[in-house]
C-alpha cells in the first residue's frame, strides 16, 4: 500500500487512518495495529514538521507491506535529514523536561526494528518493522 500526502498536520491523521486499515486487513492484533498506529503517527508528524518544515509542496510518502512474519513501514520526507544520535536521550536526567526526542523512543518502544536514512533523490527515510 502507498499512501502520499502534503505536509500539513492533517496528514498525521490520514496516514494513521490508511494505517490502521492495512493492519486490520492484513489481520493483526488490537494490540498491533496500536504499536503501528503510534508510530506512524509519530513519524509522519516528524517528516511534516522536522523534515518538510510544513512545506505543502513536499510531500510525506508512507509505504505499507506485509509478509509471514512482518509488517513493514517506510516513510519519507523530502528534508535535510538528521543523525539520531544527535537526538539528547529523553530518558537522561537532565533531558526530562526536554519535549524533544520522545517521538524517537516511542517509536522505538512500539516497533521491532526502527531505523534512519538518507533517501536516494534527498530527504530522510524511516524503516519500521513490526514481527508477527
Known sequence: MQITLPSRIESVDEAAAGAERFAKD???????????????????????????K????????????????????????????????????PTDRENLLKANGRGILFMRSFMDEVQW?????????????KRR
Open 54 to 89: 510544513f512545506d505543502e509542496s513536499k510531500s510525506v510518502e508512507i509505504s505499507l507491506a506485509e509478509s509471514s512474519e512482518s509488517i513493514e513501514i517506510k516513510v519519507r520526507d523530502h528534508g535535510t535529514g538528521f543523525r539520531p544520535e544527535d537526538i539528547p536521550d
Open 26 to 52: 492484513a489481520g493483526l492484533a488490537d494490540d498491533m495495529i496500536f504499536a503501528i498506529d503510534l508510530a506512524v503517527r509519530e513519524s509522519v508528524a516528524n517528516a511534516v514538521k522536522h523534515g518538510n
Open 117 to 129: 536514512a538518507n533517501a536516494d533523490g534527498g530527504g530522510l527515510l524511516v524503516t519500521m518493522v
